[in-house]
């Protein structure tokens, strides 16, 4: 799967340079034979530096427009930002023509009184920028147009196309999204079928148990816990943050009692406060069944899982740590590690990606001998 992977990416990559290679190409083309070229009517030095003009301004402006403006305020529809970054940008590219007229002015044909057949193009822009100054573009129409016209024309084509293209991308990753985010759903749902039954019959075993051993009421009842939590608490879009931290705290006791204190070292560390935020229910533990699935599980020596919780203000950071087992370590770091854990761990990242798409930071670090997932969410709050 790697190599093919790989593949998938050198051809994509590829495709992107022949794109902006053909990009490039075709400004050129345009500029120099089949707009500024022919329009200029003048010498070959006036001539070819126009040319180079036109080309440095629409490449320069199609890519700060298409990759810092478009994506960051005219997608998330910030207006007023986008609208200033346009006018910023028009006003910097009507002091390049400007000054670039200026300059070109005593080098031009209209000197050349002996073969001069008709004015020159350098020579009719230069009568009416000179009167107007270097704010010119804000302050009279025809300049304003004039600089639209030689500077933006064939940009504004490049940026339609690049926008409808972002736009529908945009459109489908997010229907990929919910359709995924629809199938986990009703995969949950079709999970609640039989532990309701398994949930009702822990209640009865406590009530059996209680007076009898305690230990064993007490695995009971944090089992319950679990089970209550898993039925009804992802009812809600968010729940408390206290309750999902409380939930890990007693999936983390059981394993504690599944495991011997001897062989396993299982911590829950928390600093901060919790109260007043919410998250999406059951998001975090993946992350700790993936530990005890490929690093505890399948150890026969001395192991470890420690998780921590710190919340800052509105943040909150979750770090998961667990050791590896010798056999995972034989296998350049492990195939299921890289695999991250498999469908709990792939159906996790799709919810962040759908419901923290720019709150959130994944990382994961693995050597031989550890295993760490860190992830730092911005919560809502209650």
């Not at 629409?58 to 478009?70: P, R």
């Not at 998961?320 to 299921?336: M, W």
Request: aromatic share 16%; net charge neutral.
């Amino acid at each position: 799967m790697a190599p093919l992977r790989s593949f998938a990416f050198t051809k994509k990559f590829f495709f992107r340079i022949i794109l902006h290679a053909l990009l490039i190409i075709f400004t050129w083309i345009i500029g120099k034979y089949l707009a500024v070229g022919p329009l200029t009517k003048d010498n070959s030095f006036v001539t070819n530096a126009l040319c180079i003009l036109f080309f440095a301004q629409t490449i320069a402006i199609y890519y700060f427009l298409s990759a810092f403006v478009f994506p960051r305020f005219l997608y998330k529809k910030k207006i007023i930002p986008f609208l200033f970054w346009l006018l910023v940008s028009f006003l910097i590219i009507y002091w390049t023509n400007y000054a670039s007229i200026i300059e070109l002015y005593p080098y031009s044909n209209k000197f050349d009184l002996v073969n001069k057949t008709q004015e020159t193009w350098v020579k009719n822009v230069y009568g009416y920028i000179n009167n107007n100054g270097w704010f010119g573009c804000f302050t009279d129409q025809k300049i304003a147009f004039w600089n639209y016209s030689f500077s933006f024309g064939i940009v504004t084509f490049y940026l339609c196309v690049k926008a409808f293209a972002d736009i529908l991308f945009i459109q489908t990753k997010n229907l990929i999204l919910e359709r995924d985010n629809l199938a986990l759903e009703l995969d949950f749902l079709k999970s609640q079928i039989n532990p309701h039954f398994l949930f009702n019959t822990l209640n009865s075993i406590y009530t059996r148990t209680v007076d009898i051993d305690e230990q064993a009421s007490d695995l009971v009842l944090k089992l319950s816990d679990l089970m209550r939590y898993s039925l009804y608490g992802v009812n809600e879009e968010k729940v408390p943050l206290t309750e999902e931290l409380e939930y890990i705290r007693n999936y983390l006791e059981l394993e504690k009692y599944r495991h011997p204190n001897n062989l396993v070292d299982i911590s829950f560390a928390m600093d901060g406060e919790a109260s007043g935020l919410k998250i999406a229910p059951l998001l975090l533990i993946s992350f700790v069944e993936n530990a005890f699935k490929h690093g505890v599980n399948l150890s026969r020596k001395s192991s470890y899982v420690y998780v921590s919780a710190v919340i800052e203000e509105d943040v909150l950071y979750f770090t998961v740590q667990n050791s590896l087992p010798d056999r995972v370590k034989s296998f350049t770091v492990g195939a299921a590690v890289k695999k991250s854990g498999g469908i709990g761990l792939v159906n996790t990242r799709k919810r962040l990606n759908l419901l923290y798409s720019d709150r959130h930071d994944l990382n994961v670090r693995h050597t031989d001998d550890e295993y760490e997932v860190m992830i730092g969410i911005r919560l809502d709050k209650a």
